[in-house]
């Protein structure tokens, strides 16, 4: 069974820096691209960037510069470290499969103090 975790969520001050984790298990990570997305308070959930398997980036404009996307293929994990943190940024970030419809995890919450 197919599972990815998120974690390294919490609160932070504008201005600071967040790292988080995307672990999976069940499934080869590295032959798959792997989004990070982020659902605000009211807000429809919306895509941050993703990794391709080869390892090219690509990211929401929002974030483009602050938010940086890698993977660690030997630990079937990916990350997002996150800089420069706004207010705008407070969410709950998930991650998953990119261009699948797989079910959403828990996500991690982070939450930035202006």
């Known amino acids: 069974q197919v599972q990815l975790v998120e974690s390294g969520g919490g609160l932070v001050q504008a201005g600071g820096s967040l790292r988080l984790s995307c672990a999976a298990s069940g499934i080869i990570f590295s032959i798959n691209a792997v989004g990070w997305f982020r659902q605000a308070p009211g807000k429809q959930r919306e895509l941050v960037g993703f990794?391709?398997?080869?390892?090219?980036?690509n990211y929401a404009s929002s974030v483009k510069g602050r938010f940086t996307i890698s993977r660690d293929n030997a630990k079937n994990t990916v990350y997002l470290q996150m800089d420069s943190l706004k207010s705008e940024d407070t969410a709950v970030y998930y991650c998953?499969?990119?261009?699948?419809?797989?079910?959403w995890g828990q996500g991690t919450q982070v939450t930035v103090s202006s």
């Open positions: 990794i391709t398997s080869g390892g090219r980036t």
């Open positions: 998953n499969l990119y261009g699948s419809n797989r079910p």
